[in-house]
């Protein structure tokens, strides 16, 4: 429901990029403010380009500005106060927003009164190329369609954030709404002065702590070992010890208290693999095939650092009687094995002619499987897609 996110982040770049600038404000210590009355493409509407030095590094600015990081740690966040009402994904979720700071505590105000609004905040981080992020902020009414969002006096069609790597020690920062003036209101100056220096403050917690939570927030499992196919699935052994309720087309092997029958290459599916096996094991936890709006490679996923730690021990365990049971099937020293991952990879599907003209061929040989159709394959109710299927 709501504006498309993928139209949004479009629009944004679109926006951003555009040539032709008058300039309002230039001055060494304050926000560099310009504005055009032509790049939107919409009648009786300015855009406002902010640009704004970070005193942070873009990576760290990249782990603290999560919406839900700041939800659960709001001594992290810089100006804004998030109050979560759904996670769409990492990097991205639907949340009452205001101000923190005193000076602009009714900055951010509903249609109807108050000081919070509903905003789905979506990130996309090294897009349209490495080191550069956007945000995008939709307002959203309690049907969840789009409105416009208040600023005080400033009324905006549209607000975005693009963070932009610029050295080692720092980023620059865009601000890009969009306001129903045909020209750029002087007024506004000051306000937007005002939001330029909230951007720019540091958290109130010390920066070391904030990236140290950040870090350890999300962490990224990693598939390996799967040559001879994907792992086994697990299905709980009957109490009397009978095979009865097994079908005869699946091999079954019994291995620590669980009956392992083998997955189909095609049509198999590792986030839901996890969360299917946590299931089995009396875990309820999300799994994600995407972290920052960017889709993950087949033979990774993304889960809470406190949900794995809690869960980590038990599912090594499940694991291990996994390995054991796909060697006896298959054969052979190696058998799938997961482990946390170093780092994300991203699989650009925007980009990938596969994603363009709609077909589905990913081929990961050496990694553990050819997905090419889709095959339904059954874990704990869950209706398996292949990986490389995205809607």
Known sequence: AGPSIDAGIERAINLWTHDKWEVVQDAPDLPHISYSSTCSGRESTCTVRMRITDPFSFSIRN?????????????????????????LAPGQAIVNMG?????LKHAVTMLVGGIYQQVRLC??????RPGVTVVILQALDDGGNGVMM?????????????????????????????????????????????????????????????????????????????????????????????????????????????????????????????????EILGFEADIW???????????????????????????GEVIQFQRSAYRFVHGGKSAPKVRKA????FLDI??????????????????????????KVSISGLQMRKAAEYP
């Not at 920052?292 to 993304?302: H, I």
């Not at 170093?342 to 990879?345: D, N, R, Y």
């Not at 925007?350 to 095959?375: C, I, S």
Request: glycine letters at 6%; hydrophobic letters at 35%.
């Open 350 to 375: 925007w980009e990938t002619p596969e994603r363009k003209f709609g077909l589905g061929v990913l081929e990961e040989r050496n990694t553990f499987l050819n997905l090419a159709d889709p095959v």
């Open 123 to 128: 990130k996309r981080r090294d897009y349209p």
């Open 150 to 278: 208040y600023l005080e006096e400033l009324v905006l069609l549209s607000y975005n954030i693009i963070c932009e790597a610029t050295t080692p020690e720092s980023c620059t920062s865009w601000h890009i709404l969009e306001i129903p003036w045909p020209t750029y209101p002087a007024w506004a100056t000051q306000f937007l002065n005002e939001v330029g220096n909230m951007d720019r403050r540091l958290p109130s917690a010390p920066l070391d702590e904030c990236i140290r939570l950040a870090e350890k927030f999300y962490i990224v499992l990693c598939l390996q070992c799967c040559s001879r196919g994907p792992p086994l699935i697990p299905y709980a052994c009957p109490e009397d010890g009978t095979e009865e309720c097994f079908s005869t087309e699946l091999r079954f092997v019994k291995v620590g208290g669980f009956a392992w029958a083998p997955a189909q290459d095609r049509g198999f599916n590792f986030p839901l693999y996890l969360q299917g096996v946590l």
């Open 99 to 103: 101000f923190e700071r005193n000076e």
């Open 63 to 87: 782990v603290i500005s999560r919406p839900e990081f700041v939800c659960e740690h709001p001594e992290c966040g810089q100006s804004l106060s998030y109050k979560l009402v759904e996670l």
């Open 289 to 315: 095939d995407s972290l920052d709006g960017r889709r993950l490679v087949p033979y990774q996923a993304c889960i809470r650092g406190d949900v794995w730690e809690a869960v980590s021990e038990k599912f």
């Open 342 to 345: 170093a780092g994300p990879h």
